[in-house]
């Protein structure tokens, strides 16, 4: 037991990094809302800053300047101290000011990677500029051993893990009783609600970056003592600190500091187990730690990180449907072909190695870019599909062109695998948990050496019918056989993925990244589309990885560390995470590629390399979040949508009566569409539905009014499955209450919201076809005239006059046009009942009037529809039978005329009735 709370407790010195930099994330989450990967890189720039201060130099580390300034004589401890702070808070003023206030209204994901880049530039310029070597710091707290029996710990390390946590303290009083705490709180909850008080958001969120950043530069300098200073290690203490910030959701900094302390305590409790365990891993426990802690918070909290109050204008970037494949296709495999058999040496490796990384990059493509999925992981992922290849070969006798298929299917199961949390959290935390995965797996797997062993794992060259495929060796190495069968497959996999990008589940896909519950409600099964964007993924990285192991011949950890895997997301974010014409790019821009020996052999700069590129990713992110080919894909887009013209929505709206066969009814005999059995929804101790009971009449237009905050809209959640609720819900005769929302929808119903949630990446047509999804899962019965999915949509668009848009993203419309597109798609699902959330919402008077006559016929179409909407004068005029509810209960009900004249209705409007029923 001695033995257990000696390593625990030397295990705080490590902890208190983590918990120092994990307070620093949370500051700079509550106030500017972003995942700051860099602030381990703050902290290595400001111990380095404190290091050259104590030897009585200025650190400089300016590519063309002098690495440092001689200051006469070495600085005490506490100028040192103070100084490198305020450089700390320079830093994170800077930083603010030059890169994440511009991206103040971008999503979470663009100002993680922006972050990611400032890690990246951060450390490979230090490397650079000043090398790889430990740089030695004076002891700062007392460096004693203090004993009590069998136990002794160092005491620096407890003195270190006191001054942290103090400091937590200190900062949590701080922003709980001054003014500065609650003006920064106010607009973590709200920046429009700031704005409104008199605050300045930004303000805040650049004092707190500087506060922040002066906090990680202190863990910095406090831990450079204990743990050798060099660029490589502070990066990697960002894992635990971002297990220790999940622990505190991202909100409480006193938490963060004891999660951090408590990871460094198991990390080394775990190397101790490793030690004295043979049966235990040699390596890779420590770094399992984060990870299982992510893992076990996320999953069973099933909480994404906490939103903020920010307005976001900006997306991940268009997903530009490919429309030129085999043309494209033709010259470019031409080209690479010629490229291949012209160059030699260094130049045709260069080029192997950008056909091998655009495959994993494509990985990238499918994932994040169409799944909106951040995986830091493929090129882990990758690395597995490489180290298998080996045993596969040798072990199982598997010969090629199988054992690199078998290999990339193993690589699936760790790609499903690391994709399941992704099932239970969304968002950032889906980066943090593969990060964390990534991290672990390349401990415990590729540096293991009882498992890969010291020098590496040797992979057979790929032979088929007696042809030795392989890179070569000596004179005949790189071959150019080898390079077409790299090609051959690099190109199977780019038409795979833009037919992927053309196909159903891409748009669901893509669908899911703009909106899951959107999406779910258009009837895709979220949970199929994560795991098959996983598995297909990871299936195209291992088959890179493969060709990977295949090219150096032998392979080891280097090959696919995690912090190269972090560059290589970088880069393929740089070049277009959206498209195939990204994964392509990235793939020539990769490090050891094509462009990478291009820059070496002209510039003689190939170490500057990844500062370069990182750069350059900042300035992607901020200038052009689309990537290095979205001016290309704008410029096309362009000129077919000046080709195309720009025609009205509702110019050609024709819908003759040979077309009313649209909707098919399935039981004649019943005469209730949709009836509602007693329905409540309860939010804690408020009520928002109170006991609903409802019979729909098939093939009528029912409607619902009410007052704001009614209940209205919670109703139609609960119908479509998107509220918890109590009672029953029957569809045509069969409860569906016990459905998933895209169960319900495939069922039969459809439904619009009123914030109408399209897919803005999408175009008009691509918007429309996910909701096909639905009908694809409910036959149409026989006797009534069938049609197939393209003729209802094309049915569809012409009854709402859509036809002139169809090819327009969806984020270019007016408010009119997508609320009709909005219909459109919940048509295109072949719904039996209709729930419409304020379809007339942004339309005028005429225009809600043409509204309410394309519903007229949709409902003559035999289609049930149920709308919510505050324009009375269209309710009124449009509806069959309304319901009225007020504080979630039915308080009248009838035809259009009784509503019209009833005394509890206009109560109810006018505000009479409210104080009546809060007294009841």
């Known amino acids: 037991m001695t033995q257990h709370l000696v390593f625990l407790l030397l295990g705080l010195g490590n902890g208190a990094v983590f918990g120092a930099l994990a307070l620093a994330i949370v500051l700079t989450y509550r106030s500017s809302g ?60 800077v930083l603010y000011l030059v890169v994440f206030r511009p991206l103040r209204t971008a999503p979470p994901v663009a100002r993680a990677v922006a972050a990611l880049g400032i890690s990246l530039l951060v450390t490979g310029l230090l490397a650079e500029e000043l090398g790889t070597d430990a740089v030695a710091v004076a002891p700062i707290f007392p460096v004693k051993t203090w004993r009590h029996g069998d136990l002794f710990v160092s005491s620096d390390r407890i003195y270190f893990a006191i001054t942290i946590l103090v400091l937590a303290l200190v900062l949590m009083l701080a922003f709980r009783f001054t003014r500065f705490g609650i003006r920064t709180r106010a607009s973590a909850e709200t920046e429009r609600g700031a704005y409104l008080s008199g605050i300045s958001p930004d303000r805040i969120a650049a004092y707190n970056w500087m506060l922040s950043s002066a906090v990680a530069g202190l863990a910095g300098i406090l831990i450079a003592p204990i743990v050798p200073l060099v660029p490589v290690a502070y990066t990697l203490f960002i894992v635990p600190a971002l297990a220790a910030a999940i622990v505190a959701r991202f909100e409480y900094v006193v938490w963060a500091v004891v999660a951090g302390l408590g990871i460094g305590a198991l990390q080394a409790e775990a190397q101790y187990l490793a030690s004295v365990h043979p049966s235990l891993p040699s390596s890779g426990l420590p770094e399992l730690v984060p990870l299982v802690i992510i893992l076990l918070v996320l999953v069973v909290r099933a909480r994404s990180l906490p939103s903020r109050g920010a307005i976001i204008l900006q997306t991940l970037g268009r997903a530009p449907r490919p429309t030129r494949v085999l043309p494209t296709t033709v010259v470019m495999t031409v080209v ?89 959290v969304r968002g950032l935390t889906v980066a943090v948990v593969t990060l964390a995965l990534a991290f672990a797996v390349e401990a415990i797997w590729f540096r293991n050496v009882d498992l890969v062993g010291t020098s590496g794992v040797t992979v057979g060259s790929p032979k088929i019918f007696g042809i030795d495929l392989g890179i070569g060796a000596g004179a005949d190495y790189p071959r150019v056989r080898f390079g077409l069968m790299c090609l051959a497959i690099l190109v199977g ?62 392979i080891s950890d280097s090959s696919f560390s995690a912090m190269s895997g972090l560059f290589l997301f970088g880069t393929v974010y740089l070049a277009g995470v959206t498209s195939v014409s990204g994964g392509l790019l990235a793939g020539i821009t990769a490090a050891n590629g094509l462009f990478f020996i291009f820059v070496d052999e002209t510039f003689s700069a190939g170490g500057w390399y990844p500062v370069v590129a990182s750069v350059l990713l900042v300035m992607t992110v901020i200038l052009n979040p689309e990537g290095i080919v979205g001016p290309a894909h704008s410029l096309i887009a362009k000129r077919q949508q000046a080709a195309a013209g720009r025609a009205v929505v509702g110019s050609v709206a024709s819908f003759d009566d040979t077309e009313k066969t649209e909707h098919v009814i399935l039981d004649a005999e019943a005469e209730t569409e949709l009836e509602l059995r007693d329905i409540s929804v309860h939010y804690g101790g408020v009520v928002a539905v109170d006991g609903v009971s409802l019979s729909v009449p098939r093939g009528s237009i029912f409607g619902l009014i009410g007052p704001n905050g009614a209940g209205k809209t919670t109703l139609i959640d609960a119908v479509s499955g998107f509220a918890p609720h109590t009672g029953g819900v029957v569809l045509a005769g069969t409860p569906i209450g016990d459905l998933a929302p895209h169960q319900r929808i495939r069922a039969g119903l459809g ?15 691509e918007n429309v076809k996910v909701g096909l999804t639905a009908s694809g899962h409910r036959s149409e019965v ?54 419409l959330d304020e379809p007339a919402g942004g339309l005028d008077t005429v225009e809600s009037a043409w509204l309410g006559e394309r519903l007229r016929r949709i409902r003559d179409s035999g289609v049930t529809i149920i709308v919510v909407d505050h324009d009375m004068g269209l309710m009124l005029n449009l509806c069959d039978r309304i319901s009225v509810l ?29 104080e009546k029923a809060a007294t009841a």
Not at 63 to 87: D, E, M
Not at 357 to 381: D, E, N, P
Not at 526 to 540: E, Q, Y
């Open 34 to 93: 972003v995942l700051n990967f860099a602030s381990g890189a703050i902290a290595l720039l400001v111990a380095y800053f404190y290091a050259f201060l104590r030897n009585g130099e200025l650190l400089v580390a300016i590519p063309g300047l002098p690495n440092s300034i001689h200051l006469g004589q070495p600085l005490a401890l506490w100028p040192a101290l103070i100084l490198s702070l305020l450089f700390g808070a320079l830093v994170g003023l």
């Open 336 to 424: 690479a072909v010629l490229a291949l058999v012209l160059l030699d040496d260094r130049w045709r490796n260069g080029l192997i190695t950008s056909l091998i990384m655009g495959i994993i990059a494509l990985s990238t493509v499918i994932v994040t870019g169409y799944a909106g999925q951040v995986s830091l992981a493929q090129l882990t992922i990758a690395g597995a599909g490489g180290f298998l290849l080996a045993p596969i070969s040798d072990n199982l006798h598997i010969p090629f062109p199988l054992a690199p298929i078998v290999a990339a299917l193993a690589a699936m199961v760790l790609g499903v695998v690391i994709g399941l949390p992704a099932l239970r």
């Open 493 to 554: 996999v780019a038409v795979g993925v833009a037919q992927l990008r053309r196909s159903q589940l891409g748009a669901q896909m893509l669908a899911v990244r703009a909106n899951e519950r959107s999406a779910a409600a258009a009837g895709v099964s979220v949970v199929r589309v994560k795991i098959l964007a996983f598995a297909i993924a990871a299936f195209v990285a291992g088959l890179g990885g493969t060709l990977l192991a295949y090219q150096q011949q032998t």
């Open 751 to 765: 439904r619009t919201f009123q914030a109408i949630e399209l897919y803005e990446d999408l175009s008009v047509l």
């Open 782 to 835: 026989s006797g009534a005239v069938e049609r197939s999915a393209g003729e209802r949509m094309e049915a569809v668009f012409r009854l709402l006059g859509l036809d002139s848009v169809r090819e327009r993203p969806a984020g270019e419309l007016s408010q009119g046009q997508r609320q009709l597109v909005s219909i459109a798609r919940a048509l295109a699902g072949h719904p039996r009942v209709l729930l």
């Open 886 to 914: 007020n504080f979630g209960q039915v308080i009248a009900s009838g035809t259009p005329a009784e509503i019209r004249v009833d005394p509890r209705v206009a109560e109810a409007y006018l505000g009479s009735h409210t």
